[in-house]
């Protein structure tokens, strides 16, 4: 591993080649935050996948991508006189320290638990009206959701016992079979099945299980599986649309097998 020296050196010649970039090249001197926006997004779920894959080298090459994203909005914004990339820093910086009296302070704390707990209290204090305030409203609804509910969390809106979140969940699943046996209409149906992917989310929180992870491994899974029922299917010289429910099932069990 690399020396601190060595660290800020190379991070200083990152802040150096983005002035030069912005002054010598058309594109990067094009670009404004509201143009870089869409490729952050895009660089994220990059980082996401790679993660997941558990590809560090890849990891690594997204975290620079990520960190020059970072280094080019605080040159944008020091050319607006906003901010710099130190101010960005040192706020950073502060807010950590304020966050962590546990560390930099004299209060103790248990456990992680509790370290969350304290942070919500800090939060307050630094001016938020909402428990659930800096949840973005722009997050993919599964993430949003375990957020809010980890939130709440924090300032004991939870369950006495994790168990009981069962008894939430399959009383949410009759609620949706009662809409079907009423037929009523698509907002119903949609306001009931919404409420039960909620309380699923809830479950796997309780269960230190990161929904939007769990659901992103078995959407990987099924397009395995089912790639090999296609490639199965051309082997045999048919398509799947000729094919029976129960042919597509004997392979795909052999799917689960391999």
């Not at 914004?77 to 546990?102: M, Q, T, W, Y």
């Not at 949706?176 to 809830?202: H, P, T």
């Not at 599986?225 to 000729?242: D, T």
């Amino acid at each position: 591993m690399h020396t601190m020296k060595e660290k800020l050196d190379a991070f200083q010649h990152l802040l150096e080649i983005m002035e030069e970039l912005r002054i010598k090249c058309p594109w990067d001197r094009e670009q404004s935050m509201e143009s870089l926006r869409n490729l952050t997004i895009e660089e994220t779920y990059e980082l996401a996948d790679a993660i997941l894959e558990e590809d560090l080298e890849e990891v690594r090459k997204e975290l620079g991508d990520l960190i020059l994203h970072i280094v080019f909005y605080a040159k944008i914004g020091s050319e607006k006189g906003a901010f710099d990339i130190a101010d960005v820093l040192k706020g950073i910086n502060s807010k950590l320290i304020f966050r962590h009296p546990h560390v930099f302070g004299e209060r103790e704390v248990k456990d992680s638990g509790e370290v969350i707990e304290n942070w919500e209290e800090l939060k307050m204090k630094e001016g938020n009206k909402s428990v659930l305030a800096g949840v973005p409203n722009s997050l993919p609804a599964m993430i949003k959701s375990h957020r809010i509910q980890d939130k709440a969390r924090a300032v004991g809106f939870d369950w006495d016992q994790k168990e009981q979140v069962w008894d939430k969940v399959h009383e949410e699943i009759n609620e949706v079979k009662q809409e079907l046996r009423n037929g009523n209409q698509k907002e119903r149906m949609e306001e009931e099945l919404g409420d039960l992917l909620f309380s699923v989310v809830n479950a796997a929180r309780l269960y230190d299980i990161e929904p939007e992870t769990a659901l992103e491994k078995t959407n990987r899974k099924f397009i395995k599986r089912f790639r090999y029922l296609e490639s199965r299917a051309g082997e045999m010289g048919r398509s799947l649309k000729e094919m029976s429910l129960e042919e597509m099932e004997a392979i795909w069990q052999e799917a689960k097998s391999t």
